[in-house]
């Protein structure tokens, strides 16, 4: 890492694009500040940096900062190019095809807010698990380890940085999304990925998140009464 | 590696599209400042061909890119691949800057067309009445604003040639006249937005774009059809 390099992560504890970021830094060796910010009660640098969408996460590096997680995963790999593994492949079309499949998982990435919205989303992700089987038996050229081949890659980063969420998505609705029958190169994909130090240290903890969603589901159904009530 | 034109059959790059994509054509002008040699194929989207199913099983959509016999979807990710296969092809330069952070910039306002001016233009384009309609246009002449402010004197969203930003953009600088047209309202003015609106017509006179243009009648008929539903 360049002498100098100032390194500062705006994010949320429960946010999976937040926990992206951690894992690609981690993997990059990146030592890099942490920043918890209360989303309720934005703080002024976050409004600063990311003026238009006023979201987490936001890198900033050297004082200037970058927003969207798959847009900061790229800026990584590329500011950061001769420093740990690439996240992406070198061979363009290679490249094209982690692209795709990292905007197709950014797609079907439960953003839902209203209780529709979440339950559409766990349908998609039903949808798009076995899609990602597939995926994942022609990106690791059928070994099934990581979608990036030898190695973790971006693709695997942006999967695997919904795991908690996922997990505490089965919890939750008692739908089981990944079946180890159904979908065995990615049940085991999870248990290997789950297992490496990048991936614990930044995944948050499933009881944790089980127990926030539960807190957000009566925030929202007590504002919903409350306002039906008026 | 110049290919003077004629390519091998393994070289050959086709492009999957339909005449009315604001998606397809970014595609094309992106193949047009590197000079890539294409074929085109027209597809029907309600009687999509055994190719197109083939090459995008997932979304079944175009623009699909095939070269060297592989698939690329995704009109992005497309755009992203052309930029790196024909890395050093084309007096158009680089699609996407070299530095970054530069990187980084151009695709966060591709992020923003997409996300944050996109819908309100829909919404004002399709407004069922002059109120609604009013609002969506002062929400989307506010993201213009955002827009004019990032263009400033530049002669394009990537400086003195067209970029990444230029190509996203780039459908506006026809669609919003066809939309004002229709909808008998202005939403791009001189006065409010003079950057913006001299870029357009130096967009559409740009060298990736001056012949490679939809039809404009047959698709203004197109958008009619829409609003009425």
Redesign the interface.
């Known amino acids: 890492m360049a002498g100098g390099d100032d390194l500062k992560l705006l994010g949320a504890w429960a946010s999976p694009f937040v926990t992206r970021v951690k894992i690609a830094l981690a993997l990059k060796g990146l030592s890099f500040e942490y920043v918890e910010e209360d989303l309720r009660n934005k703080s002024e640098l976050l409004l600063a940096s990311n003026p238009v969408q006023k979201k987490v996460p936001v890198l900033i590096h050297n004082g200037k900062p970058i927003c969207e997680s798959h847009i900061i995963l790229q800026y990584i790999d590329e500011a950061f190019s001769g420093t740990g593994p690439s996240l992406l492949p070198t061979e363009p079309h290679d490249r094209a095809v982690a692209r795709f499949w990292a905007t197709y998982i950014d797609d079907k990435s439960m953003r839902g807010k209203t209780e529709e919205e979440k339950t559409e989303g766990i349908k998609k992700t039903l949808g798009a698990v076995e899609t990602l089987e597939g995926a994942l038996r022609d990106c690791s050229k059928g070994e099934g380890l990581f979608f990036g081949g030898d190695s973790m890659g971006l693709i695997d980063v942006s999967l695997g940085s919904l795991l908690s969420w996922l997990k505490a998505t089965e919890v939750m609705s008692g739908a089981k999304i990944f079946d180890p029958i159904k979908t065995p190169l990615l049940a085991a994909w999870i248990e290997r990925f789950s297992e490496f130090d990048v991936a614990k240290a930044a995944l948050p903890d499933v009881d944790r998140l089980v127990e926030f969603s539960k807190k957000m589901k009566q925030a929202a159904a007590a504002a919903a009464a409350a306002a039906s009530e008026n | 590696m110049d290919h003077g034109g004629e390519y091998a059959p393994d070289e050959k790059v086709e492009l999957l599209g339909t005449w009315s994509s604001p998606y397809v054509f970014k595609v094309i002008w992106a193949l047009t400042m590197k000079g890539v040699e294409y074929e085109y194929v027209e597809e029907d989207l309600r009687n999509k061909s055994g190719a197109l199913l083939s090459l995008n099983p ?1 979304h079944k959509k175009v623009p699909v890119l095939v ?2 016999g ?1 698939p ?3 009109s ?3 755009v ?2 052309i930029d ?2 024909w890395k050093d092809r084309g007096g158009g330069g680089r699609i996407l800057p070299e530095d ?2 530069e ?2 910039m151009a ?2 306002w591709v ?2 067309a997409r996300d ?1 001016l996109s819908p309100p233009i829909w919404k004002w384009f399709t407004a069922p009445g002059e109120e609604e309609q009013e609002g969506a246009r002062e929400a989307a002449v506010a993201q213009l604003l ?1 827009l004019e402010e990032e263009l400033g004197r530049k002669e394009f969203f990537a400086g003195d040639c067209v970029g990444l930003v230029d190509l996203s953009l780039g459908a506006l600088a026809y669609v919003i006249p066809i939309y004002e047209e229709i909808t008998g309202t202005r939403i791009v003015t001189e006065e409010r937005l003079p950057c913006l609106s001299a870029w357009m017509g130096r967009f559409l006179s740009s060298p990736p774009a001056k012949d490679h243009l939809p039809p404009l009648e047959k698709l203004k008929l197109s958008f009619l059809g829409e609003r009425t539903l």
Request: hydrophobic share 50%; charged share 35%; glycine share 0%.
């Open positions: 997932l070269y060297r592989k690329v979807a995704e992005d990710v497309i992203e691949f790196e296969a970054p952070y990187r980084a695709r966060s992020i923003f944050v955002v």
